[in-house]
T-cell receptor
């Protein structure tokens, strides 16, 4: 299975600021996925990131709030913009190659 | 709305017993099914994947899939305290070129007590 390095692992941010989360995969993958896990909840898909095209967002998630970049087949970033306390969650990236695996997650707290 | 439902928890079993976790899904077109284990503060870890009807065994874990009933389960034999975690059922609805786009159940908290 692919190995994903995700950073930062955690951060505490002020409301109104933005945080960019990075995921690096040890092999080339066509698609990367970004999920959110709110406190005490399960995972919800935010968007699908394809290299060379704009990300596809799920209902309830918009590009202005969660811009995504996918500059090559091994790397992607998710930005959480203009943060509010409601954005406090764990954010995870995943890839679906020989089993769908997740990065280690970014625990975001907005104060 | 594609939904995935897991049996309500928490589930508590004694050490050495069989833990049974259940999951139903709404989309008949679903093709791939996964069980993840998530320890507190950690990211989900894939423990089983199943794609066709029947049973799939891996060590102490057995996944069962019944597409006609839209039902997938996970059995953990000889449960150990280290199995205590939240178990997440996930379904890949898209298949094909969008493999990896998962819908998750709400999770079942399993506690194995000595």
């Amino acid at each position: 299975s692919a190995v994903i390095s995700q950073k930062p692992s955690r951060d505490i941010c002020q409301r109104g600021t933005s945080l960019t989360i990075q995921c690096q995969v040890d092999s080339q993958v066509t698609m990367m996925f970004w999920y959110r896990q709110q406190p005490g909840q399960s995972l919800t898909l935010i968007a699908t990131a394809n290299q060379g095209s704009e990300a596809t967002y799920e209902s309830g998630f918009v590009i202005d709030k969660f811009p995504i970049s996918r500059p090559n087949l091994t790397f992607s970033t998710l930005t959480v913009s203009n943060m509010s306390p409601e954005d406090s969650s764990i954010y995870l990236c995943s890839v679906g190659q020989q089993g769908i695996v997740f990065g280690s997650g970014t625990r975001l707290t907005v104060v | 709305q594609k939904e995935v439902e897991q049996n309500s928890g928490p589930l508590s079993v004694p050490e050495g017993a069989i833990a049974s976790l259940n999951c139903t899904y709404s989309d008949r077109g679903s093709q791939s099914f996964f069980w993840y284990r998530q320890y507190s503060g950690k990211s989900p870890e894939l423990i089983m994947s199943i794609y066709s009807n029947g049973d799939k065994e891996d060590g102490r874990f057995t996944a069962q899939l019944n597409k006609a009933s839209q039902y997938v389960s996970l059995l953990i034999r000889d449960s150990q305290p280290s199995d205590s975690a939240t178990y997440l059922c996930a379904v890949d609805n898209a298949g094909g070129t969008s493999y990896g786009k998962l819908t998750f159940g709400q999770g079942t908290i399993l506690t194995v007590h000595p």
